[in-house]
T-cell receptor, first 109, second 117 residues
Framework: GIQVEQSPPDLILQEGANSTLRCNFS?????LQWFHQNPWGQLINLFY???GTKQNGRLSATTVATERYSLLYISSSQTTDSGVYFC???????????FGTGTRLQVFP | DAGVIQSPRHEVTEMGQEVTLRCKPI?????LFWYRQTMMRGLELLIY????????DSGMPEDRFSAKMPNASFSTLKIQPSEPRDSAVYFC???????????????FGPGTRLTVL
């Protein structure tokens, strides 16, 4: 089956710093989503981005489907950005979201 | 609009008891998914429905698990009998389907944290 790898596994930042999270996947996909799981466990949709670039405030994402990777950029990080960031892909011809192992982000004041 | 609704939010039960988790998808969505999250296995799909019909239950761990979707606005995941290794957070998700532009985008409920003693 498809492999979804995220890096780095852990990231510690001071408030105000920028960061880039990466998601690599081993096969072609119909869909790619980025989620933020906050400290209360809720999975919050960040981006639905099977290809191209999107921006939402301090966050932006780029997916290069032909090269099988996606990047999530967080600028001017805040303590509320802390949590785990998941990339999830929907491989071609399936309807299943396969989740990566996540990047745990801690932002300190 | 209300998001995906799950109940209960927390459930503590004893081994051998029946557990029923409930989910109300977003109105108008035609696909519903049940996931489980554990430290060891991460987030994994258990089963999903399209238009109330189960499509793929290959992720259901064993016969003790069953899921139903009697109508477009309600689904249940049942564990009978429950075991301590079933302790996890269970998420329900839904997606709009065609002709929505982002028809594959899944939206998750808040989850049910299940503890089996």
């Amino acid at each position: 089956g498809i492999q979804v790898e995220q890096s780095p596994p852990d990231l510690i930042l001071q408030e105000g710093a920028n960061s880039t999270l990466r998601c690599n996947f081993s096969d072609s996909v119909n869909n790619l989503q980025w989620f933020h799981q906050n400290p209360w466990g809720q999975l919050i949709n960040l981006f639905y981005i099977p290809s191209g670039t999107k921006q939402n405030g301090r966050l932006s994402a780029t997916t290069v489907a032909t090269e099988r990777y996606s990047l999530l950029y967080i600028s001017s990080s805040q303590t509320t950005d802390s949590g785990v960031y998941f990339c999830a892909v929907d491989p071609d011809n399936t309807d299943k979201l396969i989740f990566g192992t996540g990047t745990r982000l801690q932002v300190f004041p | 609009d209300a998001g995906v609704i799950q109940s209960p939010r927390h459930e503590v039960t004893e081994m051998g008891q029946e557990v029923t988790l409930r989910c109300k998808p977003i109105s108008g969505h035609n696909s519903l998914f049940w996931y489980r999250q554990t430290m060891m296995r991460g987030l994994e799909l258990l089963i999903y429905f399209n238009n109330n019909v189960p499509i793929d239950d290959s992720g259901m761990p064993e016969d003790r698990f069953s899921a139903k979707m009697p109508n477009a606005s309600f689904s249940t995941l049942k564990i009978q009998p429950s075991e301590p290794r079933d302790s996890a957070v269970y998420f329900c998700a839904s997606r709009p389907g065609l002709p929505s532009r982002s028809f594959r985008e899944q939206f998750f409920g808040p989850g049910t944290r299940l503890t089996v003693l």
